[in-house]
């Protein structure tokens, strides 16, 4: 199972797209923490949009070597720097691990994710793979609606899945344009 899991499915890919900015590549590459490479941009605050019992997406599934209506727990938040949102994350995991092993993703309320993933040595993290996304895609909606009267055409997002004890929770960052813009207006002053 967990060599699955480290398989990009579908229109994921291990390397970014030829086509990505710099920057673009840069940031769906970066290990460790998001919200600590956020952090180095301004006070992050991370704001819950929901959390609840659902079903994976497609692609979700084959990617956790689970099947499709297999109960998940999702969590879907804005991580927002100095106020203004950057990043919406998804992030689900096995119903049944969301109250043994992963269990403590359920009462991290405005906490960030990462909070979780790396204070603890036992986890380890598949590899990064990134994509846009399209207006078809339900991660598209997530992110559109922090900005509903200017969304892009396409969104760039990475994913990645954290294991712990052989249960999986996948998170998938869908980097939103004001990040695009700020570390633009940094790089010109």
Known sequence: ML?????????????????????????????????????????????????????????????????????????????????????????IVPLSASSGVWQAMRRLRTRPLAELLYSDSSVWRSALTSRRLTAREPLYRLAGAQMPNEAPHTFVARRSVFVRKNAPLMVTECFLPALWSFLEHRDRC
């Open 3 to 91: 060599n699955t899991l480290v398989a990009a499915p579908g229109k994921w890919r291990i390397r970014p797209l030829p086509t990505f900015t710099a920057d673009q590549k840069d940031w769906l590459t970066r290990g460790g923490s998001l919200t600590a490479h956020l952090r180095e941009l301004g006070t992050v605050t991370v704001d819950v949009t929901r959390e609840a019992v659902s079903q994976p997406w497609r692609d979700e599934a084959s990617a956790l070597n689970i099947t499709p209506r297999t109960p998940v727990w999702t969590r879907e938040v804005v991580l927002n720097v100095e106020g203004v949102p950057f990043v919406a994350a998804h992030s």
